[in-house]
């Protein structure tokens, strides 16, 4: 199976919000209530910020919100901060117990 | 707190096997499921493998399925893939993480170790 596709950047000015997207397809993202979004800084280890679709960790701003529309799911984060700026990827679990990523968007804050 | 933590990557030639492992600590380890999920220099994330908290159930990726072998140790909280008849596309920070690929997240996640497949 082939990877989520998202867009490879995306950019906004502080305190503006911001929306990702994750698109698979019905076999993936439209099929399963599983998509998650990981946080990443450059040389450090991915972060979860959204899980099941639209769950935050505890100690996540709500800031961070997720959603899902067929076979697309979206991170939005709004009030954009500076620390905000990182890689974003998407994660859904893909059927036939496996699980897929997206191929990441930097996040660029202006 | 929940903390994972890598160790044993390195160099190694094509065609060559690594071990590496992964220690858990701040939560019972038996009883949650372990993946492996590594990221290319430069690239996304990708998962790998994964296995149930006994030990019992295991996936693998079709990219590395005959030529890894994941296994853990509840006794010590340890967490391993065996890595055989390695490439150069297998040159990748693999991070082990806490979490079942059927929920579709993984929380938290160590902070990797390298490998590089290269002669």
């Known amino acids: 199976q082939s990877a989520l596709t998202q867009p490879p950047s995306a950019s906004g000015s502080p305190g503006q919000s911001v929306t990702i997207s994750c698109t698979g397809t019905?076999?993936?993202?439209?099929?399963?209530?599983?998509v998650s979004w990981y946080q990443q800084y450059p040389g450090k280890a991915p972060k979860l910020v959204i899980y099941e679709v639209t769950k935050r960790p505890s100690g996540v701003p709500d800031r961070f919100s997720g959603s899902k529309s067929g076979n697309t799911a979206s991170l939005t984060v709004s009030g954009l901060q500076a620390d905000d700026e990182a890689d974003y990827y998407c994660?859904?679990?893909?059927?036939?117990?496996?699980?897929?990523f997206g191929g990441g968007t930097k996040l660029t804050v202006l | 707190e929940e903390q994972m933590l890598e160790s044993g990557g390195g160099l190694v030639q094509p065609g060559g096997s690594l071990r590496v492992s992964c220690v858990g600590s701040?939560?019972?380890?038996?009883?949650?499921?372990m993946s492996w999920v590594r990221q290319a220099p430069g690239k996304g994330l990708e998962w790998v493998s994964a296995i149930g908290g006994s030990g019992a159930i295991i996936y693998y990726a079709d990219s590395v399925k005959g030529r890894f072998t994941i296994s853990r140790d509840n006794s010590k909280s340890i967490l391993y893939l065996q890595m055989n008849s390695l490439r150069a596309e297998d040159t990748a920070v693999y991070y082990c993480?806490?979490?079942?690929?059927?929920?579709?997240?993984?929380?938290?996640w160590g902070q990797g170790t390298l490998v590089t497949v290269s002669s």
């Open positions: 994660g859904s679990y893909g059927g036939s117990d496996n699980l897929l």
């Open positions: 701040g939560f019972s380890f038996s009883n949650y499921a």
């Open positions: 993480a806490k979490g079942w690929v059927s929920r579709g997240w993984f929380d938290p």
């Open positions: 019905s076999s993936d993202v439209g099929g399963y209530n599983y």
